[in-house]
């Protein structure tokens, strides 16, 4: 079975930076385009990144554009999100799969922004 593990998260102050890993196991994720996710406190998930098979292609919301970064190291089965400049409106539970949802929610990563 698929395990997703999602860490990195904490507390910083706005404009900080955090580096968020997702690892798994139980398959290789060379095959999979992977995306981030995050949820804040009584609201819905939001899609946040993406990043394909191979990693020569990456996408992001708008919200998050040009102050975060998804990379993938197939080697290490891992996937980043390098957040830098981080505002107070990223607060939420981060959370990894494939783009396609296909693998059982990890626990997510906090990330919380505040002065």
């Known amino acids: 079975e698929v395990q997703l593990v999602e860490s990195g998260g904490g507390m910083v102050e706005p404009g900080g930076s955090l580096r968020l890993s997702c690892a798994a196991s139980g398959l290789p994720f060379s095959n999979y385009d992977i995306t981030w996710v995050r949820q804040a406190p009584g609201k819905g998930p939001e899609w946040v990144s993406v990043i394909n098979t191979g990693g020569e292609s990456t996408y992001y919301a708008n919200s998050v554009k040009g102050r975060f970064t998804i990379s993938r190291d197939d080697v290490q089965n891992t996937v980043t999100l390098q957040m830098n400049n981080l505002k107070p409106e990223d607060t939420a539970v981060y959370f990894c799969?494939?783009?396609?949802?296909?693998?059982?929610w990890g626990q997510g990563t906090q990330v919380t922004v505040s002065s």
């Open positions: 799969n494939s783009l396609g949802g296909n693998w059982p």
